[in-house]
């Protein structure tokens, strides 16, 4: 309940921010602090320095870039939630956002802040993966641009360097015929608390057929994971019910599924496969 | 609601304005001057050697006061236990430690972040051991969990006080039944699992040594304020009446707060010590290996009865887990579920629960301690004979009732007189509410469309209101904490000189409502406006000797004293209206505020003027003395036995295992009720936890000791949204063990709850196969019970 | 480090070490204490208050965070003697028991029904999912709220259902 004692750093604009993560390697850096916070509280981290990037400008907004809309290392769970925009370009990402946490946590805890905290049951990572995001990464030597593909590394590891603060992330707007969904099974039963399984699908019908399709699961193995088989088996499918069954079969492909309280690896395997399908129902659903 | 109050009307409660403006005090709120901080350095093994405790690094800290180890404590002795069955828990242990988080140093400083910088700075060298967590492995003794001594610590064998031949010839008694041609024998071995209370209060003591006067003001967030008392005096060479504890808000107990724990002496040793006030606060993830937790058994449920619902023979066997050491209550708690082993049924019953030690933290009392347990096992295996010879489950209930035609004076087939019981009336009540052949023609359609719903019924009886004076010679005896009182209820009812009251009582609240359910006993018996009086709880210094708050006994047994105190204040103000209104005695009535004659509501005289004639002597009847006050004590002839019938309709997911509760209907039965408002609160909150268990709730620990759900974030509760608004309504058959007629209801909705959503899921997925689910009912457990139902 | 802010209509401001989480300013430095700790991983909810406007977890906050910040707790709602319709609604309808969840749970209902003058009782109950009660079952909490909600809307609230005895 006691943080250990740090730095307070509350740099006023991005340059400062990135010189105070120069100036201090093991500094970590605080949004909404709703990760951070609770493993401070508990010692199971305690950096030197803690960066608020708080009260930088420009960082809490969703903004329309044309092509894609971005979402700002301030914008909070509740914000992406209540999005028109990202609901019309990413609904599985404001669905996502919807089941994080509780009110509270949704309300401080920020969208960036839950990818780069990669935690390997959290809900909108994946849906960052259905949805082809870009990171968007800054550090004092510049900015890089991380696929989402490449960006979760590990449990609780992304590709973020200590030095780096993921300024934006960036949803490429939804094509006609395109849509997105998330579904999941919470740890409670239902839509709450961490994901004991979850898929993101983004599927873009055209001419009575799938034309592309990305799927991702979270909550089985190590890391939130695109999963290729999946999305191989739809394109070219007609998305009927049986079709997205047998693609839903190859749910857990390539990931090491490991047991948790939550679930078994036979389980999760299942869950994987049951979700999959009701996610890529809905995605298609709502591609009309 | 069929009933209201029996003294009459609702009203808002007392303590409320307090609470919803953040007023209330609780005991963290508390702050004296130079109060210093504790943390403690908790053993990270569930056993193991301690070697080198090196605290000099923390004891070199700024703004750190003294660093505590087992040398500095170990004069003080163990922690001591009201039932002292198995080993004593040091109050800092430097020797073996024998569960992960035991207290092995204690720091104290000038703020609580520097107290933990220092806690972390204590070097413990630590040399693991191999530790027993499984039951059966601890039943085996391969691994003691205390060098040379057997895990088993006693064994509870019903009917209580059944010798060898009479526990032989029921055991053959039922052997026989089994032979019989038509002999239907259900049998299942189920878990019973472990709980972590968490009151949403973490513990909290405060003491201040007062070197001047030789005395402790100790503020703790406990149960029983006047056994701490009494410990602290004994720890300490002292009085009890040298030691004031306040309990002030407390923000929840469940059991958990009734216990005396080694930091509540720990922190006022160090005040002591230290001549400052000493403060700790627990933090949740130490809260759950510190504070007792309950449940924790492994059992086999045995059913014998015929193919027309006649039940021939019940049996349990099973073993209990009882934790590291023994601690208030600890192995007496499967004693408590012996007293409802054979429930509200007249068949025979044979009943034996081992009580093992683990490596583990202590179990103790935890809401229903005892008789959620024995209930579950009983109700659970009725419902799977109900089953397997396909007839109601409320017909096979209803069939092997003890009638109500036996009361008074039916003696349970486990050996116990039982109070008042009118169980089919009970059980019928619930099926009209709960529209029952509606429910289960509702679930038959759902079932022909595919979907999984289920309707689950369980009855139960549960026994409190503790109770009798005799319990002292069962060995509960509160003699340990300076207090040989025993379970007697105890108030004292004072009216001042300006006709106000005052009523101070023994109990420990934590949310029960005593400022306004005394306040309308008092009230209702004097004629006198509840503002007009004030309630004492919690406070030794101000209330009598009682022994606190727990088994749904405040109503039954201190309210009962607190009612006969108000008799006594009411019969000498009787007199003393009489002699002013120069009217007989008989004929003196008390409403609004006074006391006028019968039918003369004119001649009155107020309680102000009763009052100021009571403390002027010169002015009363020759005989009587001055003043205007009583005490009672209150043993009751027995304890209470409420029952109820709880109903619960879900739904399954199959393909994910997740469990919808829709509805879930309560027909309790508690006695007379005197607010209902707060009976029905207090079922609510006991369903809630009897469904936390059914369905979240779990203290799971694996093989090397480890607490695995130590914290919110996998030791689920219920929330909001997981639970449904309950249909609650109730029969009333009073109790004539005390002259209220109130049973108890603290635990009832937590012994009726977890058995009713467990028979409603396997209902569900009858269809399926599925014959038992352990709890709880994760998401996990359901899909894997569906799966090997289809292998 | 100093910090200040606005904490029920009142400018405060006090030391506070970095570390100092927003919870123990308002309750040590402030001396506000109706604001409670339940858990230390951010789940319990008892910690809530309003911070311009929204409901977050005051546990979860460094008090540095919080400079600049209007926070409303729960000792800000009553004003002039007269009760919040929550804390109304709480009283009328038996909200609580023990009362250690008290002030978060109405912090949660007080900002749920800023946002939602009308929710219904699914809403309700998803709005006060981040805050724990291990005494009501969360029956007369959510009867709590829909007696505030309807006294805010300027209704007659539903009769308590002991009333209909």
């Known amino acids: 309940m006691y943080p250990r004692e740090f730095e307070y750093i509350a740099p006023s604009d991005l340059d400062e921010a990135l010189a105070a ?137 992304s590709a973020l360097e200590p030095n780096e603060i993921l300024t934006e992330v960036r949803i490429p707007k939804a094509g006609p015929g395109t849509a997105s969904a998330y579904d999941k099974l919470g740890r409670r039963g239902g839509h709450t608390d961490y994901a004991v399984a979850g898929v993101a699908a983004s599927v873009t019908r055209s001419n009575g057929s799938i034309s592309a399709a990305t799927v991702a699961v979270t909550g089985v193995g190590s890391k939130p994971v695109l999963v290729g ?42 869950l994987a496969q049951v979700f999959t399908a009701r996610a890529v129902n809905a995605a298609l659903s709502a591609a009309g | 609601m069929s009933s209201t109050s029996v003294l009459g009307g609702v009203v808002r409660r007392r303590e409320d304005p307090a609470l919803i403006q953040g007023r209330g005090r609780y005991t963290d709120d508390v702050k004296l001057a130079a109060t210093a901080h504790v943390a403690f350095v908790r053993s990270p093994y569930a056993h193991a050697q301690v070697g080198s405790v090196d605290t000099s690094a923390a004891a070199a800290m700024e703004g750190v006061l003294a660093v505590y180890t087992a040398a500095d404590t170990d004069h003080l002795g163990p922690l001591i236990a009201q039932v002292p069955v198995g080993a004593l828990r040091p109050l800092l242990n430097s020797g073996t430690v024998k569960h992960v988080g035991e207290a092995v140093a204690m720091v104290v400083a000038e703020d609580p972040y520097v107290a933990k910088d220092a806690a972390d700075a ?56 089994k032979q019989r041609d038509d002999a239907v024998v259900v049998s299942q071995e189920m878990t019973n699992q472990r709980l972590i209370p968490v ?85 949740r993830r130490e809260a759950a290996n510190s504070t007792i937790q309950g449940r924790g058994w492994v059992a086999t449920a045995t059913v014998t009865g015929t193919e027309d619902g006649e039940i021939l023979g019940f ?32 068949f025979p019953t044979y009943w034996k629960m081992d009580c093992v030690t683990t490596h583990t933290m202590t179990t103790d009392a935890y809401r229903g301690a005892g008789r959620p347990e024995a209930a579950y096992y009983l109700e659970r295996i009725i419902d799977m004979y109900a089953r397997r010879i396909g007839m109601d489950p409320a017909d096979v209930r209803r069939k092997n009732y003890i009638s109500s035609s036996e009361f008074p004076g039916a003696v349970s087939p486990m050996g116990f007189p039982m109070d ?187 309680w102000g003027e009763i009052a100021a004639c009571a403390y002027q002597p010169h002015r009363l009847p020759e005989g009587l003395e001055g003043g205007l006050e009583a005490h009672a004590i209150f043993s009751p002839g027995n304890a209470t036995w409420p029952f109820g019938t709880h109903i619960a309709v879900v739904e399954v997911d199959p393909d994910t295992g997740d469990v919808d509760l829709l509805r879930y209907i309560g027909m309790d039965d508690c006695g007379n009720v005197i607010s209902p408002m707060i009976v029905d609160g207090q079922i609510h909150g006991g369903i809630a936890q009897g469904i936390g268990q059914a369905m979240f709730e779990d203290a799971v620990y694996d093989a090397d000791g480890n607490l695995l759900s130590g914290s919110l974030v996998d030791y689920i509760l219920p929330t909001a949204s997981d639970l449904p608004s309950f249909e609650l309504d109730r029969t009333v058959t009073p109790t004539d063990v005390n002259p209220l007629g109130v049973k108890g209801i603290g635990e009832a909705g937590t012994i009726g709850s977890a058995h009713t959503v467990v028979n409603a899921v396997v209902d569900a997925l009858e269809p399926l196969g599925v014959t038992h689910i352990d709890m709880p009912l994760r998401p996990r457990r359901v899909w894997q019970a569906i799966q090997d139902a289809r292998a | 480090m100093k910090v200040s802010m606005s904490v029920n209509g009142k400018q405060v401001s006090g030391d506070a070490e970095p570390r100092t989480l927003l ?84 912090m949660s209902a007080v900002t749920l029904l800023e946002e939602n003058p009308e929710p219904s009782e699914d809403e309700i109950r998803q709005g006060i999912e981040g805050n724990l009660c291990r005494c009501t079952g969360y029956h007369n909490i959510v009867r709590a709220i829909e007696y505030a909600g309807a006294k805010m809307r300027g209704e007659e609230p539903a009769p308590a259902e002991w009333e209909n005895a």
């Open chain 2, 315 to 346: 049996e349990l066997e099973g073993i209990a887990d009882m934790g590291a050491y023994s601690q208030n209550f600890t192995v007496a708690i499967p004693f408590l579920g012996l007293f409802v082993g054979s429930g509200q049924y007249g």
């Open chain 3, 23 to 106: 919870v123990h300013f308002l309750r040590d430095t402030l001396g506000l204490t109706g604001t409670h700790v339940g858990c230390e991983s951010s789940y319990c909810g008892a910690c809530t208050i309003s911070l311009d406007g929204k409901a977050v977890l005051s546990c979860t906050m460094l008090a540095a965070q919080a400079d600049g910040a209007d926070i409303t707790t729960v000792e800000g709602l009553a004003s002039n003697g007269e009760l919040h319709p929550v804390q109304e609604g709480f009283w009328e309808r038996h909200g609580l028991q023990c009362g250690f969840c008290t002030p978060g749970m109405i």
């Open chain 2, 122 to 177: 204590v070097e413990v060298d630590y040399d693991p051991l191999p530790a027993v967590v499984d039951l059966k492995h601890s039943l085996s003794d391969e691994v003691p969990v205390h060098e040379g001594a057997s895990n088993t610590l006693i064994s509870w064998v019903g009917p209580f006080g059944a010798d060898e031949a009479a526990l032989a010839e029921l055991q053959q008694g039922i052997e026989a039944a």
């Open chain 2, 420 to 606: 008042t019981g009118d169980y089919a009336t009970n059980l019928d009540a619930a099926l009209e509410t709960a529209g029952w052949s509606d429910l289960l023609a509702e679930r038959d359609a759902a079932r022909a469309e595919g979907r999984y719903v289920g309707v689950g019924l369980a009855t139960y009886v549960e026994v409190c209101g503790f109770g009798p004076s005799g319990l002292v010679d069962l060995g509960f005896s509160w003699a340990e904490y300076q207090m040989p009182s025993a379970f007697n209820g105890s108030s004292l009812v004072r009216v001042h000189p300006d006709g106000s009251a005052t009523v101070s009582i023994g109990t420990g609240p934590s949310g029960q409502g005593h400022q306004t359910t005394w306040a309308q006993i008092v009230g209702d018996g004097l004629g006198l406006d509840v503002e007009r009086i004030r309630v004492i709880h919690g406070d030794t210094e101000e209330a009598p000797p009682s022994i606190g708050t727990f088994g749904s006994r405040s109503a039954a047994v201190d309210g009962a004293a607190c009612y006969e105190a108000t008799g006594k204040v009411r019969a000498k103000a009787a007199r003393i209206a009489a002699h002013m209104l120069e009217a007989s005695e008989e004929d003196i009535e008390f409403a609004d505020g006074g006391a006028h004659v019968a039918g003369a509501p004119d001649s009155s005289v107020s």
């Open chain 1, 21 to 157: 993560l120069d100036a201090n390697p093991g500094a970590k850096v605080l949004a909404g602090g709703m990760s951070l916070l609770p493993m401070m509280k508990m010692r199971l981290l305690s950096p030197d320095a803690v960066v608020d990037i708080g009260r930088i400008a420009g960082l809490d907004q969703i903004s329309d870039n044309g092509d894609s809309i971005s979402i700002g290392a301030l914008v909070t769970h509740a914000e992406v939630a209540a999005s028109d925009l990202v609901m019309e370009h990413g609904a599985a990402l404001a669905t996502a956002a919807s089941w994080t946490g509780d009110r509270q946590v949704r309300n401080r805890g920020t969208c960036c802040g839950s990818l780069v905290h990669a935690d390997v049951a959290a809900d909108q990572p994946v849906a960052a993966l259905a949805l082809a995001a870009t990171m968007v990464a800054v550090s004092s030597s510049g900015t890089r641009e991380i696929a989402a593909a490449d960006f979760f590394v590990d449990t609780m590891m």
């Open chain 2, 199 to 283: 009151p949403i209060e973490p513990r909290s003591v405060m003491a201040d040594y007062q070197a001047g006067y030789d005395r402790f003001d100790i503020y703790s967030s406990t149960q029983i304020p006047s056994a701490l008392a009494g410990a602290i005096g004994k720890y300490f060479g002292m009085s009890m009446n040298q030691v004031t504890v306040k309990a002030m808000e407390v923000g929840g107990g469940f059991g958990c707060k009734l216990n005396v724990y080694n930091d509540e002496v720990l922190v006022a040793f160090a005040s002591k010590h230290l001549g400052r006030p000493v403060k700790w606060t627990e933090t």
């Open chain 1, 229 to 270: 088989e999946v999305a191989d088996a739809l394109v070219g499918s007609d998305g009927s019910e049986a079709a997205v069954e047998a693609a839903a079969a190859h749910a857990t492909c390539g990931i090491e599924v490991l047991e948790d309280l939550y679930g078994s690896v036979a389980y999760k395997t299942h």
